[in-house]
């Protein structure tokens, strides 16, 4: 069953169907996954998609927006077909059929970054920051994604 899907690519790596994720960034010694690392777009995965996306970006490729103006990050989201096996990080493993849209990660850090301050601000809140935050927040960024997609999901 067909279905959309998130990552972040640096401009220029994306082969489309033609992709496979590199185990943990070693693809020049052969290290490959099954398919594309991803997150699902499904409503039902969504928000965690959001906050996973967020966690894999601080947490794995360790990226600040230094990395993001020098490295030209871009947001690539695609049609594909779930596989039944997760990656190496725990993400989702898909195939992809078609590219739908590519565009500037940028807006994203910067919501994300937005969402951090106002946790930072916010001395009353008990919750702690990081992945369960930005998931109660991650409306405010799959908006952003949304305005990107030929047609709303």
Known sequence: MQELFIRLDMDG???????????????????????????????????EAMADL????????SLNVNDIERCNIQVTIFEGE??????????????????????DAKELYVKWREIEQR????????ASFGKEYIKENAEEIFSIIQKHLPTQI
């Open 13 to 47: 790596h994306w082969r489309g169907a033609d992709h496979r994720s590199s185990i943990q960034g070693v693809a020049e010694e052969g290290f490959w996954e099954e398919g594309v690392s991803c997150y699902s777009l499904k409503e039902l995965y969504r928000l």
């Open 119 to 126: 946790w930072e601000d916010d001395m009353q809140t008990e």
């Open 82 to 103: 779930m596989l039944n096996s997760s990656g190496m990080n725990g993400e989702d493993l898909a195939i992809c059929h078609k590219t739908i849209v590519q565009f």
């Open 54 to 61: 967020y966690d894999y970006w601080i947490n794995y490729a």
